[in-house]
């Protein structure tokens, strides 16, 4: 495994997911890329606890342009990549349903490895997404690491 793909999203424990890829790929000398999907528009009205100091850039009712996503996921990238260690780790920002995105993304570039956070997602969520993890795991040709990632209340 010399390609390690680590999904990112703005919840709070994408910290966890980021740091547990790391380690792994570190360990196996591989690799890290990664990546962060902007999905459509209700996902970003999901209001989350901030990670890093990002938080969705959607306010309720807002308007936030295409650009301006892409830039705000772009430095959420950057930002989780010096986090983590910096060095060689490549981002990149998808754009589409996050498990149609992240599956062609695997493909095309022909990783060994994507790490993934499941946590528990309302109902509203779960009508609006679909469940990522969920997708991906029923989808993907390559090994996963799912990192439980629900917080105990």
Do not use: W
Not at 2 to 20: Q, T
Not at 108 to 132: A, F, Y
Request: proline share 4%; hydrophobic share 40%; net charge negative.
């Amino acid at each position: 495994m010399k390609r390690i793909c680590i999904a990112l999203d703005y919840n709070p424990s994408a910290e966890k997911v980021g740091k547990i890829g790391y380690e792994y790929a570190k360990a196996l000398n591989a690799e890290i890329f990664l990546v962060h999907v902007i999905s459509d528009a209700p996902y970003y009205s999901i209001d989350y606890s901030p990670f890093l100091g990002y938080t969705s850039p959607f306010n309720t009712g807002s308007v936030v342009l295409v650009k301006e996503l892409m830039e705000g996921a772009s430095n959420f990238l950057s930002d989780s990549a010096t986090h983590l260690g910096g060095g060689k780790i490549k981002t990149a920002v998808l754009e589409g349903e996050a498990g149609v995105a992240i599956l062609e993304y695997l493909d095309e570039n022909k990783m060994d490895l994507l790490v993934i956070g499941t946590h528990s997602q309302s109902s509203l969520e779960n009508v609006l997404l679909g469940n990522t993890a969920v997708k991906i795991v029923k989808h993907t040709k390559i090994p996963l690491l799912v990192v439980p990632t629900k917080v105990e209340q």
